[in-house]
Nanobody, 122 residues
Framework: QVQLVQSGGGLVQAGGSLRLSCVAP????????MGWYRQAPGTQRELVAG???????TYADSVKGRFTISRDSAKNAVYLQMNSLKPEDTAVYYC????????????????WGQGTQVTVSS
């Protein structure tokens, strides 16, 4: 069974920064896109940022200019650097791995990380 292992997250004040990490199996990492999603209580899970195997990136409008997604092929890892955090960024964040799509969903997640809580206090 494929496991994506997440780390990072926690509690931070508004304006602060956090970094999330996610490690995937090397056998599937290099040929797939990776994404970070988040889900707040009572809302649908949404794509926050994605990065393709060719390092093409996409961001939700709400995080553009504040969040940066990156991937490291040597470590089979994807990262989400979150700066200038706002209380509305509070959610459980999930990493995902799967093929790119040409649809608005951008990524078709085949596998998910375990999720990590990010809480931004005002």
């Amino acid at each position: 069974q494929v496991q994506l292992v997440q780390s990072g997250g926690g509690l931070v004040q508004a304006g602060g920064s956090l970094r999330l990490s996610c490690v995937a199996p090397g056998s599937i990492f290099s040929r797939n896109a990776m994404g970070w999603y988040r889900q707040a209580p009572g809302t649908q899970r949404e794509l926050v940022a994605g990065i393709s195997s060719g390092y093409y990136t996409t961001y939700a409008d709400s995080v553009k200019g504040r969040f940066t997604i990156s991937r490291d092929s040597a470590k089979n890892a994807v990262y989400l650097q979150m700066n200038s955090l706002k209380p509305e960024d509070t959610a459980v964040y999930y990493c995902a791995l799967g093929p790119r799509t040409l649809e608005s969903t951008w990524l078709h997640p085949d596998y998910w990380g375990q999720g990590t809580q990010v809480t931004v206090s005002s």
